[in-house]
């Protein structure tokens, strides 16, 4: 099993300004979603505001919380755009983390939300599924 540091590198976007933070904070959270998403595509414009309210109301409530958006947009100005729309970390947009990650979690589609524990491994492929059945995120970490 990879660390969350040979997964998504040492440093993710915090904003689309392009602050960053450790990837190393990413360990005290009780979940984390791998979100594979773009501006371009319909599906993930209709998804993401409903995953951004789901994750405002699991933070809210207190909980350890944190998705790292993975963006197949087509040019930077494009992700920025996106990526500003949204409250969580990004890996940066030129990374060459993208492919490896979609490969690995067998990414086949977008939008797609992969869920993982802690220390990397994976919980779920069905992020999606399980936001959208509770988008209030009141059964967190959807066990």
């Not at 998504?8 to 300004?17: H, I, P, Q, V, Y």
């Amino acid at each position: 099993m990879a660390s969350l540091e040979q997964l998504f590198g040492s440093e993710l976007l915090a904003k689309a300004d392009g602050s960053k933070t450790s990837t190393q904070s990413l360990a005290e959270c009780d979940l984390i979603g791998v979100y594979f998403s773009a501006h371009w595509c319909p599906p993930c414009r209709g998804f993401t505001p409903q995953l951004a309210s789901c994750y405002n109301a699991i933070k809210a409530a207190g909980k350890k919380f944190e998705i790292i958006f993975v963006s197949f947009d087509r040019d930077e100005a494009a992700f920025k755009e996106y990526f500003g729309e949204m409250p969580w970390v990004s890996l940066p947009f030129d990374s060459d983390k993208k492919e490896k990650l979609s490969e690995d979690y067998g990414v086949s589609g977008i939008p797609a939300l992969i869920l993982l524990n802690r220390d990397g491994s994976m919980k779920t492929t069905d992020g999606r599924q399980l936001v959208a059945s509770d988008l209030n995120g009141e059964k967190f970490p959807w066990n």
